[in-house]
């Protein structure tokens, strides 16, 4: 089954259409004004050819083949709708990358992502930053790369795909994400309780994100310039995702959070994300070094003006915005989502 996709989808490819996809997003980062800005059908379009698996999570998890099937059936199908989706796939394990790593357990829902299972207590937690950076192949760490190291070799009769397809890092969350998956929501009493056991914890989480990373970047080639991410493209080396921060003050980010953050973009450089409300935060975020680009994915939560002024004020890229929060007569500095609405596009 493997191979008769595999060998579609390497039919398909045109290797001039990825060629304007990469220019598109250089130029976006560039800041030159563009008559079309790069952007992502949220919604497809009708296309030719619909037939492709779309393999069950649990089932991916389990089995690499059905993972690459998964993960190859977006950039099959928005190839053929021709908008400015990169050819880029990942190892989709979820956010349970990291924790596991650093000797969290993770569970396996029916319909969802896997779910960590916190560390018992704050003796447990002492014992993990007791431990040190653990080996980069503890946990699902190897599974990672010895998944991406199949994606390649399965690839490889495919000179196509083989060429275009970018294999990005997976889900590594940010540095406080992290802390919070695997300490529980007993960190949020610990900021008061225990704030150097927080930091301890958080320095061990920035080093062993940083190692892993390395390692993944000497296994796959992905440099610190441009990489893919989700649907995208974009300047950089990391994705940090910055989720649960939306739950703390302004203080609390920039004691425990800004600092950290900074620290995998000093080595990487690249782009933030986060879910929710950042209002509180996104003026300090906003001054990061080696900070390209901003993903705030729920713009009806935020003040977009703010984000918006910002965001040009600093020359930062605001990702995937909706089309819908998309101000009249913009040509610089955005990537767009739009949504297909029939027959009037």
Known sequence: MLDRYLATFD????????????????????????????????????????????????????DRELMLLSQLRQPYLHLQARDHHPLAIRTNYGTVILPSILGAGYRLTETSLPWADHLPDRDAVRRVVDGGIPDVRAGLGAVCLDTAEYYFETLRPYPNLARETRIYHPDLQGPFDVAHLVWGPDIFLALYDCPDLVHALLDLIVETYIAWLRHWKGLVGEGNDWTAHWSIMMRGGA?????????????????????????????????????????????????????????????????????????????LVLLDLHEDYLPAGARTGVTVRREWRGNGG
């Open 11 to 62: 039919r398909a490819i045109d290797a001039d259409h990825y060629r304007r996809v990469e220019d598109a997003y250089r130029r976006v980062f560039a800041w030159e004004e563009m008559d079309e800005l790069p952007y992502v059908w949220a919604s497809l379009p009708p296309v030719p050819d619909t037939e492709w698996p779309e393999p069950a999570y649990n089932d991916t998890f389990a």
């Open 239 to 315: 994705m940090v995702r910055d989720d649960t921060p939306v739950m703390l003050s302004r203080a609390q980010y920039l004691e425990f959070v800004q600092p950290y953050d900074q620290r995998i973009l000093d080595a990487f450089g690249g782009c933030i994300h986060y879910c929710g409300r950042g209002d509180q935060f996104i003026e300090p975020m906003a001054t990061s070094a080696n900070l390209y680009g901003i993903n705030a994915s729920q713009p009806d939560w935020n003040d977009m003006d703010l984000l918006w002024r910002l965001t040009r004020q600093h020359r």
